[in-house]
């Protein structure tokens, strides 16, 4: 069956360094992957986007990499800093129009 | 620019009552859907529509109905509520195509008791 995974054990890290999360996923073949963030009690909100054919993008202090062999997409925040304490959502096209969303990991910088 | 907006932004329920959540969205997109969400569980497509008149299931449509009768607006109707619907749900918007950025709204609290 189709699954997305994302780390569900919250990721601490020390204010400046750099937060790595991880998006794995199996039996898709998606077409483009999306990186969301979500603050408690709001929406999720649109951060980046990588096609199958990209391997790397860049967004100021953010980067996405997408490895289609390995069937995963590592998340990047550099100089990370505690307002980036957040829970991010990485999302795949299932087929056509629908966006599947893993579960989500909660980053927390620490001052 | 008010991007989407969601009403009512929380609600309870009784077990078998019915009720409508509001979605409008005003940046004329072509594509509208519904999640709801649930701790460890993500995000998870209930309907969803490319256009107006034209909707379709997600991945966990049953006990929910939707209509798109204009671009703008999409509710999500609960039939009969159960315990089950307990959970934040979520009407997101996307340009045309089905491809780029979705748009989300801050959500809808719902407990059915």
């Known amino acids: 069956s189709q699954k997305i995974e994302q780390n569900s054990e919250a990721l601490n890290i020390q204010e400046g360094k750099t937060a790595t999360l991880t998006c794995n996923y199996t039996n898709y073949s998606p077409a483009y992957l999306q990186w969301y963030r979500q603050d408690p009690g709001r929406g999720p909100v649109f951060l980046l986007l990588i096609r199958e054919n990209e391997k790397e993008k860049r967004k100021e202090r953010l980067k996405v990499t997408f490895d289609t062999t390995l069937k995963q997409s590592l998340f990047h925040i550099t100089a990370s800093q505690p307002a980036d304490s957040a829970t991010y959502l990485c999302?795949?096209?299932?087929?056509?129009?629908?966006?599947?969303f893993g579960s989500g990991t909660r980053l927390l910088v620490r001052p | 620019n008010a991007g989407v907006t969601q009403t009512p932004k929380f609600q309870v329920l009784k077990t078998g009552q019915s009720m409508t959540l509001q979605c409008a969205q005003d940046m004329n997109h072509e594509y509208m859907s519904w999640y709801r969400q649930d701790p460890g569980m993500g995000l998870r497509l209930i309907h969803y529509?490319?256009?107006?008149?034209?909707?379709d299931q997600g991945e966990v449509p049953n006990g929910y109905n939707v209509s798109r009768s204009t671009t703008e607006d999409f509710p999500l109707r609960l039939l009969s509520a159960a315990p089950s619907q307990t959970s934040v749900y979520f009407c997101?918007?996307?340009?045309?195509?089905?491809?780029?950025?979705?748009?989300f709204g801050e959500g809808s609290r719902l407990t059915v008791l």
């Open positions: 529509s490319v256009g107006a008149g034209i909707t």
């Open positions: 999302a795949l096209e299932g087929s056509s129009y629908k966006l599947i």
């Open positions: 997101a918007s996307q340009r045309a195509g089905g491809l780029g950025e979705l748009f």
